[in-house]
């Protein structure tokens, strides 16, 4: 079965501030691994998508890593502003699935 | 462009009282179609999956029900609402068969069971 985690739980950074959010999941065996942001009361967003084959993505100051053997992947993001603010989720497809397996997300506070 | 659409965005709901929320996708053809439920602190629960029209896959075992009467509507039904079915509901779709594909969410029905 897989397991995602995410960590840190909740992070607070000053406007400005470059941060990095973390996700872990248990079986490298994966398509591919999506990054979502979810505002409160909100539906998800997909930020960046890496597909298996795939080291990293980018999408203006998010950069996305994967590296599947350790089963781990990284959001990076650049110059953090207060509109930043967020919960920002992974999700891994696993390999022979259809469907994706969550972490619990990171709850990203940017204050001005 | 491809849009979804779900309602009600919010909805109370009496114990024992039925269910029914609906959801449905533009812009697109023979979707995959998703229903998710998100309950504080425990994350986003996949609850039931549909590759094609009649075709539904349940992932947690309870009280819900899916059913796909069109290629794009996916609806979310209960007979009898219980306590623990509040929490925020999801419906999703990605593109059939292309693994690689993104996954699409729709706004969200909030609904609180009391």
Known sequence: KQEVTQIPAALSVPEGENLVLNCSFTDSAIYNLQWFRQDPGKGLTSLLLIQSSQREQTSGRLNASLDKSSGRSTLYIAASQPGDSATYLCAVRRSGYSTLTFGKGTMLLVSP | ????????????????????????????????????????????????????????????????????????????????????????????????????????????TQLSVL
């Open chain 2, 1 to 108: 462009s491809q849009t979804i659409h779900q309602w009600p965005a919010t909805l109370v709901q009496p114990v024992g009282s039925p269910l029914s929320l609906e959801c449905t996708v533009e812009g697109t053809s023979n979707p995959n179609l998703y229903w998710y439920r998100q309950a504080a602190g425990r994350g986003l629960q996949l609850l039931f999956y549909s590759v094609g029209i009649g075709q539904i896959s349940s992932e947690v075992p309870q009280n819900l029900s899916a059913s796909r009467p069109q290629d794009r509507q996916f609806i979310l039904s209960s007979k009898k609402l219980l306590l623990s079915d509040s929490g925020f509901y999801l419906c999703a779709w990605s593109a059939l068969g292309a693994t690689n594909e993104k996954l699409f969410f729709g706004s969200g």
